[in-house]
Structure formats: C-alpha cells, structure tokens
C-alpha cells in the first residue's frame, strides 16, 4: 500500500502541476503580449508562480494519501475506494477512500476545467491584442497578401495549444465526471486511451513551439503524400495496362474463334485452294 500511495501523490502533484504550469504560461503570454510588460516586471512574478505551482499541487498530493484515496484502479494507483466501487454498490463498505466521488471532482474534474478555461480565455485575449496590433500596422504594409499573417499565425499556434491541453487531460475529466455521474467505471478501452493520452502534453507542445520540427513534420508530410500519390498514379496506371491487356487478349481470342468457324464452315474452299 505504501508504494501504491507513493504513485497516486506523484500522479496527483504531476497532474495538477502541470494543468497549473500551463495556466501560469498562458499568463504570462497575456503580460508580455496584451499588457505590454517588461522582462524585468516578469521575472518579478515568476516567484509567486514557481511557489503557487508546486506549493498546491503538493498541498493536494498529502490530502489525498492522508484521507486514503490511493487506491488500485484497472491500471495504476489513483483516486479510487477500495474494494473496487464499494462507493456504488449495496452492502459492500469503503475500508479506503471513502467520499470518493466528491474528491474526484475537486481533486481531477474541477481542475481540469478550469485550466481549460483559463489557458482558452488566455489564448483569446491573446488573438484579439494581435489582431489590434495587426489591424495598427496594415496599412503600412505594401503587398495584400502580407495582411493579417500575424494574426492567422498566432490563431493557430493558440488553437494547437489549447488543442495539447485538450488531448492529455480533457479525457481523464470526462471519464471521472462518467464515473461520479453514472455510478460506474468506464469501459477499459476508455481507460486504456486515457493512459496513452495523459503524458502526452510534452510531446505535443513540441510541436507547437518548435517552428524546426514543426517545419521537418510538415516536409515529412508532404513527402509521404508525394509518395502516397505517387503509389496511387502507379496503381491506376498497373491497372488500366492490365484492363487493356485483357481486352486485347479478348479481340484476339475473338478473332481467333471466328476465323475457326469460317474455316469450318468453308472446308470446299480450302480444298480447292
């Protein structure tokens, strides 16, 4: 039990860490891009933020070992009673984790959410500053097509962001707001792509911040679509030959047998010739 209280903590601390991390970055592009503040007024926050970010996440880690809500779920230690759903089944008593739907809530779903609201917010505040700033400068430009390039590249960067938050813990609320609502554990392939999914975050705001990669992805890409669309041309291509070979095959397997039956119908004529 105490190793499995050891990995629900760190799970606990590393997920709202992370969901608290996010939302400070996102404040932070807030600042320096809507607010107009200075590096030197920044790092005059990073403190607070650095102390917020770990100080809660621990605060929540210790309260979910002391009220014993570690427990086995289908693939690692985490908020759940113990026996399995004794919370929702008759006559079957919770030795751990008891009130375990309310700490679902406020210890995963909740904050979820609410970072998903904030980095969302965040990021439209964001698009809006850009899109003044744009609108500021266009006229100064000489070329049409130049217009509103900032604001399209800083739409989809936010849109990607939003998107790598979504992806690792949007499914991880839904599957706890499932089990605290319906009553019952979700189905295995849930769980199973809520675990491929969770440490996800990382790898995919490399996408999203580095313009390297992102750049060798998209060439990666199109060469593999080069490739697809070559593979296809030359499947056709195979294809059509060999509907044409059968074809030709056909007339001459036709015009073979025809002339079989002249011959047949005609043998006077070839013994006179």
């Not at 313009?211 to 060439?219: G, Q, V």
Request: neutral net charge; hydrophobic residues 45%.
């Amino acid at each position: 039990q105490t190793t499995c209280n050891i990995q629900g903590a760190m799970f606990q601390f590393g997920a709202i860490s992370s969901i608290m991390y996010t939302c400070s970055l996102s404040l932070h592009f807030i600042l320096f891009v809507r607010y107009r503040w200075l590096p030197s007024d920044l790092k005059s926050v990073h403190p607070f933020m650095h102390v917020a970010c770990i100080c809660i996440p621990a605060a929540a880690a210790i309260l979910g070992w002391f009220q014993t809500l570690y427990n086995p779920t289908a693939y690692a230690c985490y908020l759940q009673s113990y026996p399995l759903d004794c919370d929702t089944s008759d006559g079957v008593s919770c030795i751990r984790g008891k009130n375990i739907k309310m700490y679902m809530t406020f210890m995963m779903a909740v904050p979820i959410f609410l970072g998903l609201f904030v980095i969302g917010t965040a990021m439209i505040l964001i698009y809006n500053s850009v899109c003044e700033q744009d609108r500021q400068i266009s006229r100064y430009r000489i070329y049409a097509e130049d217009k509103d390039t900032m604001s399209r590249q800083t739409f989809r960067m936010a849109c990607q962001y939003v998107a790598a938050f979504g992806v690792a813990f949007v499914p991880s609320a839904v599957i706890a707001l499932i089990s605290i609502v319906a009553g019952r554990q979700v189905a295995y392939a849930s769980i199973l792509i809520n675990a491929l999914l969770s440490p996800l975050q990382g790898f995919l705001n490399a996408f999203v911040y580095s313009r390297d990669f992102r750049s060798k992805l998209e060439t990666i890409t199109e060469v593999v679509s080069s490739a697809a669309s070559s593979l296809r041309k030359s499947t056709r291509h195979l294809r059509a030959s060999g509907e044409n070979n059968n074809n030709n095959m056909d007339d001459i397997e036709n015009g073979e047998s025809k002339f079989d039956e002249s011959e047949a119908e005609n043998p006077q004529a070839q013994e006179s010739a």
